[in-house]
């Protein structure tokens, strides 16, 4: 597939031509994975293009690179603005915004002095398993590869080193022929998916892993908690095997990219149905409820892109 690139990025503080956001070979991030980083998107909504979460999510950026080490040169505001000045700029209404910071050219060991730099990328995606996934659902696969033990890396920071893991696990999956792949914890328990978190389904009650497993704590998870406890959907957060993977009457992942995708089929064993169930189906009502207007945003999860 060609990726079409936007003409202009947010980077170090101004906004320049896609082409002139450049970083040198020997920057510490392109050979340490010194980078933190953030994907948000952008939707369109009754009220004009409006932003899911911005503010958490850069504030998880700076938790990220607090875990890391990282200076910050800029403020969770000033960032916020970024990413509305990128969108503005592409003049685009439905996108998705990559702030990203890394530790840039300065000296070569791996605890050496080096710069934070800074950028904000926007640009269209459609759903990120591929078309028609959150009608039809994805085949998963269980990995070969499992999630770092626990004082190893930090799971709860979304640090671009980190994804090396998740990148193992989705190519691992896509070779093999599957939509994506699920990862166990170093316990043998289920963790989450290359890039998401997992919800089970039993008896109408969601299931999900919790932070110990080694997972990010997803802002699209938290966000499905939030909406389901409001709408009388029991939720749990407890140790999960991976048999349970193949007993469950529903299954989905989710996270910014995969929004709520359905999980049809794990291991080329039939999940419930084999399509996405009712638990699952009103979770998506009330998700993409948020963007159209028929799910009410009472915790102001929507930042308008004009504010």
């Known amino acids: 597939m060609t990726m079409r690139y936007p003409e202009w990025i947010w980077h170090n503080g101004s906004i320049k031509p896609w082409a002139e956001a450049t970083t040198h070979v020997m920057s510490h991030a392109l050979h340490y994975g010194s980078s933190v980083f953030e ?62 910071a890394y530790r840039g050219l300065g000296g070569f060991g791996l605890s050496a002095d080096t710069p934070t730099d800074v950028a904000v990328a926007a640009w269209q995606m459609g759903a990120y398993l591929g078309d028609g996934v959150l009608e039809e659902g994805i085949d998963a696969c269980v990995s070969s590869w499992q999630r770092f033990a626990p004082n190893t890396i930090p799971a709860g920071a979304k640090a671009g080193g980190n994804y090396l893991s998740g990148t193992l696990i989705a190519r691992e999956a896509r070779r093999l022929g599957f939509g994506e792949g699920i990862a166990l914890a170093s316990t043998g328990l289920l963790s989450e998916g290359a890039g998401e978190n997992l919800f089970l389904v039993f008896d109408g009650a969601l299931h999900t892993t919790p932070v110990s497993a080694a997972l990010l704590n997803g802002i699209t998870r938290n966000t ?17 095997p991976r048999e349970y993977l193949y007993l469950c009457d529903e ?38 409820g948020l963007f159209n207007g028929k799910t009410p945003d009472k915790y102001g999860w929507l930042e308008p892109v004009g504010a």
Do not use: W
Not at 224 to 240: F, H, M, P, Q, S
Not at 262 to 285: K, L
């Open 224 to 240: 499905l908690i939030t909406l389901a406890r409001d709408n009388g959907i029991d939720v749990v957060e407890r140790d999960l």
């Open 251 to 288: 299954l989905f992942m989710c996270g910014t990219a995969a929004e709520l995708t359905p999980i049809r089929s794990v291991d080329g064993r039939q999940v419930g149905a084999g399509r996405a169930g009712p638990v699952t189906r009103r979770m998506q009502e009330l998700f993409f």
């Open 39 to 100: 994907g948000i998107r952008c939707y369109e909504t009754p009220d004009g293009p409006a932003i899911f979460r911005l503010t958490d999510h850069n504030r998880r950026l700076f938790a990220s690179a607090r875990i890391y080490e990282m200076a910050m040169p800029y403020t969770v505001d000033e960032l916020n603005a970024a990413c509305r000045a990128v969108i503005k700029k592409n003049a685009l209404g439905k996108a998705y915004l990559r702030p990203v």
